[in-house]
């Protein structure tokens, strides 16, 4: 609970700040990095209730999460510029669509391996 609440008052904070400086986009951005910043103390403090419990399971890879969370933001910070281009963006989809269907079985694998099923 604490990490929320101390997550929810820097994101009305930066919101404060960026917004009057920025305008409503920095609202994306400061949004974003109070996301991050919620999903590292939560699994800190994850990590360390279960040390403290003496618990030795490891309930997250996270390796794989942090590939897909830096591959996500990556992508979304580089498709910015194209925002007005529909017809490049419709295209980069229509790729990254056409890319998961052809190689539809090792992203399966890929799922499957990070949920452990």
């Known amino acids: 609970m ?4 101390v997550v929810a008052v820097i994101n009305i904070v ?7 400086m920025f305008g409503f ?3 994306a951005y400061t949004t974003l990095a109070c996301y991050i910043l919620f999903s590292l103390c939560h699994y ?3 990590i ?5 419990r003496n618990i030795r399971i490891k309930i997250y890879d996270i390796k794989p999460l942090l590939i897909i ?3 996500v933001i990556i992508v979304s910070v580089a498709i910015v510029p194209l925002y007005e281009q529909y017809a490049i963006r419709w295209g980069i ?9 052809i190689k539809r079985n090792s992203v399966t ?4 391996n990070i949920f452990g099923k």
């Open 93 to 101: 989809l229509f790729v990254i669509i056409m890319a998961f269907f």
């Open 109 to 112: 694998r890929f799922i499957k």
């Open 2 to 5: 604490a990490a929320s609440l």
């Open 14 to 20: 930066l919101h404060y700040i960026f917004i009057n």
């Open 25 to 27: 986009i920095a609202a």
């Open 44 to 46: 800190y403090f994850m």
């Open 48 to 52: 360390r209730t279960l040390r403290k």
């Open 69 to 71: 969370s830096v591959t």
